[in-house]
């Protein structure tokens, strides 16, 4: 089956500091990962994207992610944290087939940036 | 530019009602899929409509059924709810006709509490 794994339920930061919120993929075939975040009771935000291409993408709010073919892993990161980024963070895989395609999320990993 | 828009927000049904919930997706967009996100965990494909068919559906009961209308809005269907189906609701449009784009962006949710 083809899926993401997020390994950290929570990531603690500092503000200022640079951040990193883990990803690894289980793909047979081309991977199209993406992160979306969450914030309290609302739905998710589509940060970025890596369907092809350069190996570092970048994104929405200062966000950027790393496509590593070899550790198989797309980790998301930002050089200097914010307290408002303190959010819900999925990772996703989005799988085509004949008749259409769909998104499998990861279970999500806190980020908590703190003063 | 309006993004996806669900209604309602909102709901309190009790065990063995049914629920309609409704999604307008974004401007442009004319494929919506839905997910349902239960409390702490990431969201799960429920299925996607395309030209007024269900094109794919995840591992969900006969229980759970759709609609695409003209227009590309969708509704969701829950019948003889379960005190497990509360969860929050997900609907996500993207583009699959001329231009397609591999992004799904989601509506903020409709929270439904079954009692």
């Known amino acids: 089956a083809q899926s993401v794994a997020q390994p950290e339920d929570q990531v603690n930061v500092a503000e200022g500091n640079p951040l990193t919120v883990k990803c690894t993929y289980s793909?047979?075939?081309?991977?199209?990962l993406f992160w979306y975040v969450q914030y309290p009771n609302r739905g998710l935000q589509f940060l970025l994207k890596?369907?092809?291409?350069?190996?570092l993408v970048k994104g929405s709010y200062g966000f950027e992610a790393e496509f590593n073919k070899s550790q198989t892993s797309f980790h998301l990161k930002k050089p200097s944290a914010l307290v408002s980024d303190s959010a819900l963070y999925f990772c996703?895989?989005?799988?085509?087939?004949?008749?259409?395609?769909?998104?499998?999320f990861g279970t999500g990993t806190q980020l908590k940036v703190e003063l | 530019d309006a993004g996806v828009t669900q209604s309602p927000t909102h709901l309190i049904k009790t065990r063995g009602q049914q629920v309609t919930l409704r999604c307008s997706p974004k401007?442009?967009?004319?494929?919506v899929s839905w997910y349902q996100q239960a409390l702490g965990q990431g969201p799960q494909f429920i299925f996607q409509?395309?030209?007024?068919?269900?094109?794919q559906r995840g591992n969900f009961p006969d229980r759970f059924s759709g609609h695409q209308f003209p227009n590309y809005s969708s509704e969701l269907n829950v019948n003889a709810l379960l005190l497990g189906d509360s969860a929050l609701y997900l609907c996500?449009?993207?583009?699959?006709?001329?231009?397609?784009?591999?992004?799904?962006?989601f509506g903020p949710g409709t929270r439904l509490t079954v009692t």
């Open positions: 996500a449009s993207s583009m699959r006709g001329t231009g397609f784009s591999y992004e799904q962006y």
């Open positions: 793909v047979s075939g081309n991977p199209y």
């Open positions: 890596y369907i092809t291409g350069d190996n």
């Open positions: 996703a895989v989005l799988i085509l087939t004949g008749g259409g395609n769909k998104l499998t």
């Open positions: 401007s442009g967009h004319d494929t």
């Open positions: 409509y395309y030209e007024e068919e269900e094109r």
